[in-house]
């Protein structure tokens, strides 16, 4: 398991708290010279190779395969079909919480989408395994599948999300739509989207009797340890998860889905360690997505520009077996003030793999939609975007009635207009053109993402040489989060970064909870700095009754950590090094541990949400359609900055998702088949440099003394909240065209000018 210990330790770390300094990744040389062991580097000995043979239809039944001739190719070892293959212990169609989902385990022959493995080979090489699974030549019985969404009858969803209620709302919708003098009625259509993480989902799986190792990206190891638990029939204690590195997840890593279970059932199968990494068109399958939705915002306003009724129906698919239904409407019961609010879902099944939490899960599909009917709103009182935002500021939450435990976005929506240049722009959409003759445009649009934390602990020690070690096991999603911690660890044992090792990534140490939700600094890292306070509590104790010590008598309250030492406020004489005082005491080391949870009474009190104000550049050529964004500009109050280098990375990262959201991703499902037809990363378009814009995102100072000890509140999620709704309205400004749907393209523009 990997240690890191930061090498960087600039003079200034010396003497000043971690916290807040801009270092640089701490695991950055392991990633840059290949050091760092991702899940599918992992090779024990004897492993077996396996590859999934994946469904091409998306309903029905699978009839034949020709398993003699898989098994007859050079190096098959063996192959896994519903008639053969491990017992499982609870049936993968169960399910008994929000964060597990149904799986498809070969238990039986039914196909219920595309993608869906019907098989996996087992082979001494990867070649081996990928021809023997090709050679499986299935045979079908198909039936005609549901596909888009107007497959089927609707229904209302028993919940939305996480378990979200599918209905919400506060006044009279009716009654504040009738009452309105303007209004806008609009629909705003979204694509399917698949994660990709650059790593694919892997694993290697190896038994010994009943323990179990897995190598295997995750964001969350005790949900993946005790659902492996469960399937198997084992111990949750003796499944041993590492996943010390991750190569993106975006949500689709939040839990073990079904091809890390397939590649379990190989390893038990053959009684061998068995690796199993899904090729990248079969991402497009069993390892979720992001559902299409279908959003229809009714907006009523009186003269002034007041918002009377904000209506937010959404229509989204789930699969035939299981439920996730894309919380697209959330955002609407938090941004803007209105007397009333109507939130309201419908669902529909299709055959497609079940969707999933994904990069802003319901925020990232609402935010354009309402973003850009209130820029329309705008238009229809004559009012600028900004001006009309901030017309309708709600300074309490609207549907739970709440204060906000704090709200700094009237500063965001500030710093980032002055730095975009806002006051320059001419509200006359099609009126701004550059040098080039490209028509420009300039659009806003306000972000939000709520403050989740799970429950996460944490392990501090201070040892006799004067070092310190903090254990979690943090996932790191490539985000940064082992450097944030490990700075939080440093400040809680009042160390320098340099004499603190950091142990993350393994299920085996202290549950960190979820890297996901945008919650995990706060999660793992209250953890954390309640674990060293603890450490800390038990060295002050010794000392102080030490009649040795130099801080013989002091109260806790008086012990100020810094630098390895243990001051007496007040008696700038009177201070001790930890190393003496372990010494003395006779102890090698002094343990700690803390506890990182959301505090109840505080959420019942206040509603808790970053916020931030995106401003878009685009430039398009009048007559080729073509869309750039050429500048974006964010400003975001997240609570405290651990570590504003990978703050501000993170907000990039999310930003260019929200370019992404608004011009490249979109899964083309085919109306007959149901298949993805750009099942791959040179159709499925995601950003590439060219595509991404000078980026500038400024963090907004706040003190929220409410959400949790440390400040923090989250930044991975946030950024593309906001971008897309501002690229769209960017997109109006600049041609007069309002585009309802997303991704916008060349098509939406062409012949419309
Ligand atoms: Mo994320 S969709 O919270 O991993």
Redesign the pocket.
């Known amino acids: 398991m990997p240690e890191i210990t930061s090498i960087q330790s600039q003079a200034r770390q010396q003497s000043e708290a971690s916290i807040g300094q801009p270092i640089t990744r701490t695991d950055g040389v392991l990633k840059v010279t290949g050091a760092a062991t991702y899940a599918a580097d992992n090779h024990p000995a004897g492993m077996l190779h396996a590859a999934m043979a994946v469904s091409s239809i998306a309903a029905g039944r699978v009839t034949g395969l020709d398993i003699e001739a898989a098994k007859a190719h050079p190096g098959v070892v063996d192959v896994m079909t519903p008639d053969h293959r491990p017992k499982l212990f609870k049936d993968p169609d169960e399910r008994d919480d929000p964060f597990m989902f149904r799986l498809d385990l070969l238990q039986n022959d039914r196909v219920r989408y595309p993608g869906q493995p019907i098989a996996v080979v087992i082979a001494e090489t990867l070649e081996a395994a990928t021809e023997g699974a090709a050679l499986l030549k299935p045979e079908y019985e198909t039936e005609t599948p549901l596909v888009g969404l107007d497959a089927g009858e609707a229904f209302v969803p028993d919940g939305v999300g996480p378990g979200e209620p599918a209905e919400s709302g506060v006044g009279d919708i009716e009654a504040g739509l009738a009452q309105a003098t303007r209004r806008i009625d609009a629909t705003y259509d979204t694509s399917a989207q698949y994660?990709h993480p650059m790593e694919p989902h892997a694993i290697v799986a190896s038994w010994d009797g009943d323990t179990l190792t897995l190598d295997t990206p995750s964001?969350a190891m005790t949900i993946a340890r005790s659902r492996v638990a469960g399937l198997f029939g084992i111990d949750a204690d003796h499944v041993h998860i590492r996943s010390p590195f991750l190569g993106g997840?975006?949500?689709?890593?939040?839990m073990i889905l079904s091809p890390q279970a397939l590649g379990i059932m190989a390893a038990r199968l053959v009684g061998a360690p068995v690796k199993l990494v899904v090729r990248r068109e079969q991402m497009f399958g069993p390892v979720g997505h992001r559902a299409p939705t279908r959003q229809r915002l009714e907006l009523g306003m009186d003269d002034a520009g007041h918002l009377t009724g904000l209506s937010h129906h959404v229509r989204t698919s789930s699969s035939v077996f299981d439920d996730f239904f894309e919380p697209a409407a959330s955002v609407s019961h938090t941004l803007y003030a209105s007397p009333a609010i109507a939130t309201t879902y419908e669902g529909v099944r299709v055959n497609t793999g079940t969707p999933?939490?994904?990069?802003?899960?319901g925020e990232a599909t609402g935010s354009p939609a309402l973003e850009s009917a209130i820029d329309e709103a705008a238009e229809a009182c004559g009012m600028d975007p900004l001006a009309f935002r901030l017309a309708n500021y709600a300074e309490v939450e609207p549907i739970s009635g709440k204060h906000f435990s704090s709200k700094r976005l009237r500063d965001c929506y500030a710093q980032a207009a002055e730095r975009f240049g806002w006051a320059g722009r001419n509200p006359q959409p099609r009126s701004m053109r550059d040098d080039d003759g490209l028509q420009v445009g300039w659009g806003v649009g306000t972000a939000t993402f709520p403050v989740?934390m799970f429950q996460g602990h944490a392990r501090a020690l201070i040892r006799a040489d004067g070092s310190g070690l903090i254990e979690t096991g943090a996932q790191d999603?490539g985000q940064g989060a082992w450097t944030a911690l490990a700075q939080i660890g440093a400040d809680s044992l009042g160390l320098a970064l340099g004499h603190t090792t950091f142990r993350a990534g393994a299920s085996d140490l202290p549950d960190a909870g979820?890297?996901?939700?945008?919650?995990h600094t706060a999660t793992a890292g209250n953890a954390i700095h309640n674990a060293g306070r603890d450490a800390l509590d038990k060295l002050a104790e010794l000392a102080s009754a030490d009649p040795a010590s130099l801080l013989h008598g002091a109260d806790r309250s008086e012990l100020v950590a810094r630098n390895g030492r243990l001051h007496w406020r007040g008696h700038e004489a009177r201070s001790e090094s930890y190393r003496d005082i372990l010494n003395r005491a006779g102890l090698s080391e002094i343990e700690g541990s803390g506890t990182g949870s959301p505090d109840q009474a505080a959420q019942e009190q206040f509603a808790m949400h970053a916020h931030g104000a995106v401003f878009a550049e685009v430039k398009i050529d009048p007559d080729l359609g073509q869309i750039r964004v050429t500048r974006l500009v964010g400003a975001f109050a997240a609570g405290r900055v651990i570590n504003p280098r990978m703050v501000e990375s993170q907000l990039f990262g999310g930003m260019v998702w929200g370019v992404s959201f608004a011009l490249h991703e979109h899964a083309s499902v085919d109306r007959r088949t149901g298949r993805v037809t750009n099942a791959d990363l040179a159709g499925y378009h995601v950003p590439v440099n060219a595509d991404v814009p000078s980026i500038e995102a400024i963090s907004v100072h706040e003190d929220d003394t409410h959400i949790n000890a440390l400040g923090v509140k989250g930044v991975?999620?946030i950024g593309i909240t906001g971008t897309g709704g501002a690229i769209a309205n960017a997109i109006w400004h600049a041609t007069g065209i309002r585009v309802r749907r997303f991704p916008i393209g060349i098509e939406d523009l062409l012949g419309r000018a």
Not at 249 to 254: D, L, S, V
């Open positions: 994660h964001q997840a975006f949500g689709c890593k939040g999933l939490f994904m990069r802003a899960p989740v999603m979820v890297a996901g939700g945008s919650g991975g999620e």
